[in-house]
């Protein structure tokens, strides 16, 4: 910021009445027109206000009004300031909440606690303007009202703009440290999940065996030669006790003859 010149007609009273500086000198230098310098040389202008000395003020020196005294083309220059005054910032206060609206803090509240973990206190104090005290008495279930608390947004209460929010919600997530393992596996979409799962390619009936498709092993020679020689048993008991029943039995013929008897 480019240093201006402190009190600007109390300075040209100064060096209308101390100096024998020329009007257009004094005027350039206070940044005022050459007639308004003349009025108040004359007393028409500028009355009852005391001059202010520009050399107390550092913001000329003796030896430029001595100098411009003595060359009337000569300029005066604003010398730079010596000391640099620090400026305090305003410190922001608690945000206000018109009273028809105080009633619904508690309930923005519960409702910041529930869906923005994220956010610390210093924020939701800042969002809906309440304090520390009650942030915990609510998150605690303490508060004297919490029985009948209902988690409302703050937006649609009015107490906040959608933007404020945003920004808090994005300014705590920047600061957030990552929690992936804490918070244990992620669910994949159905895209990711499709793509990063391998279909599983199952053996023809050609390129498996008979176990490998239909879970059974392939009998050996030995054991189809057991089961050959148990199939002939099996055939050859049946042979002999066909033969006893038709020996055991009675013909036709006999049955006949007992019969016409």
């Known amino acids: ?18 100096t024998a500086l020329t009007f257009d000198q004094i005027a350039k230098f206070c940044a005022l027109h050459p007639l308004e310098v003349k009025a108040i040389a004359d007393g028409e202008a500028a009355q009852g206000i005391k001059g202010l000395d520009p050399l107390q003020t550092g ?9 411009a005294e003595e060359n009337p083309a000569l300029d005066l220059k604003l010398q730079p300031a010596k000391t640099v005054v620090a400026t305090s910032s305003k410190k922001r206060g608690p945000r206000y909440t018109p009273v028809s609206r105080r009633h619904d803090r508690p309930n923005a509240i519960l409702w910041l606690l529930r869906n923005h973990k994220e956010l610390k206190d210093a924020q939701i104090m800042r969002l809906v303007g309440t304090t520390k005290n009650t942030i915990e ?5 303490a508060h004297w009202n919490a029985a009948n608390l209902t988690p409302m947004d703050p937006v649609t209460l009015g107490l906040c703009k959608q933007i ?12 957030a440290p990552p929690a992936i393992e804490a918070a244990g ?50 055939l050859d008991a049946d042979s002999v006790f066909a033969k006893l029943k038709e ?15």
């Open 1 to 18: 910021m480019a240093d201006t010149l402190l009190m600007p007609k109390a300075t040209a009273v100064w060096l209308v009445d101390n």
């Open 59 to 67: 913001q000329l020196t003796r030896e430029q009004i001595t100098a």
């Open 137 to 141: 008495s609510i998150r605690s279930g």
């Open 164 to 175: 404020e929010l945003d920004l808090e919600v994005q300014k705590a997530s920047r600061n």
């Open 185 to 234: 596996p992620v669910l994949l979409t159905a895209e990711e999940a499709l793509a990063a799962t391998t279909p599983t390619e199952f053996p023809s009936e050609e390129e498996a065996g008979i176990e490998e498709v239909f879970g059974v092993s392939e009998p050996s020679a030995e054991q189809e030669e057991e089961a050959a020689q148990e199939a002939q048993d099996d």
């Open 247 to 261: 020996l055991t039995s009675p013909s036709d013929e006999d049955t006949g003859a007992d019969e016409k008897s």
